[in-house]
Structures are given as C-alpha cells and as structure tokens.
C-alpha cells in the first residue's frame, strides 16, 4: 500500500492532519470548494483573533472595541463616557441608545455618538452646513402652516412652492 494521499483527502494547512473532508467549511472561491483549514483549526483562530479585540465577538457588539480603536482611535471608555455626556441618547434627535461614532471626515476627529438615521443624513448631506441650511429653507419653504387670521379662524398659508394637503391628511 502506499502513503500518499488519495483524491479525496485534503490536509489541513495549521495542524497538517488529514481528517474526512467533512471536516473543513466549504469555501466557493478555493479551487477544491474547502477551506485550507480544518473546522477545529478555524474556531481556533477565530477565538484567538476575539481574545486579540477585547474578547467582544463582533456579531454581538454593535462597536466592537477593536473597531472603535482602529476606525476612531478611541477604545469602549471613550465611547461610553462620550454617551453619558449626552445622556446616553442621540446627539441630534434624542432617540435612545445610539450606536454609531459621528466623525468629521476631514480632521477624523470625533463629534458624538448619532442613531442610524442622524449619522447616515449627516453622511448624505457631506457634513456641509449650506447643504443642511439649503434643506431646511427646503422644507420651510414647502410646509403648510395654519396662520391665524381672525380669533378662532386659521387659513392654510401658502408656501413658496408645493401643492395644499389632500383632505385625507
């Protein structure tokens, strides 16, 4: 009998066993469609690299401390003495619990601590105060406003542009 190995046992690139080909995650992208490591060989390094980044798995985290130290330069202290500066709420709309690190992309310094929708309008306006002024005049512009003309009688004031509220509204 020979030693070598047959067509359809694969050894594992960390340990260099050969174990049933049961035994790697399957992977598209390889030629063989397996991983280069054995399943025991991948949990190995996947907690080696949790225990590296704080031990914070990062499916569990929202900001992971590894994340935050690496994308902003501050670790999960700073994170959360910035949230108790705001009273552990959204900086912009007060909404509980926010998870993301508002940063000016020029200085890369960091301003607070935003909800998904303050952090991602932010991003789509470019952090450029005239487009945020140039929205807001927008909206003033095109919102109906009750105006009092007479005790007891409001009319609809009509706004630069738009068209009056259907009835159903």
């Known amino acids: 009998m020979s030693d070598s190995p047959r067509a359809t046992d694969k ?10 080909l049961t035994e790697f995650h399957r992977n598209r992208r390889r030629a ?17 690299s949790r225990r590296k980044q704080g031990g914070v798995p990062q499916r569990r ?47 890369g310094w960091v301003r607070g601590i935003l909800c998904f929708n303050c952090n991602g309008g932010l991003g789509q306006f470019r952090d450029d105060q005239s487009r945020l002024a140039g929205a807001i005049t927008y909206l003033r512009g095109t919102t109906w406003q009750r105006v009092l003309i007479h005790p007891g009688v409001y009319q609809m004031c009509s706004p630069t542009r738009g068209r009056p509220p259907s009835p159903s509204s």
Do not use: M, N
Not at 34 to 46: E, G, I, P, Q, V
Not at 64 to 80: A, C, M, S
Not at 96 to 104: G, K, L, S
């Open 11 to 20: 050894p594992c690139r960390e340990c260099e066993r050969v174990p049933p």
């Open 32 to 48: 063989g469609g397996l991983a280069l490591d054995c399943k025991t060989c991948a949990a190995a390094r996947s907690e080696a």
């Open 61 to 107: 985290s929202p900001t992971p401390v590894g994340y935050l130290r690496r994308r902003y330069g501050i670790g999960q202290k700073e994170f959360d003495q910035l949230l108790a500066e705001q009273g552990g709420v959204c900086a912009i709309c007060g909404a509980a619990e926010p998870q993301h690190v508002d940063h000016d992309h020029r200085t």
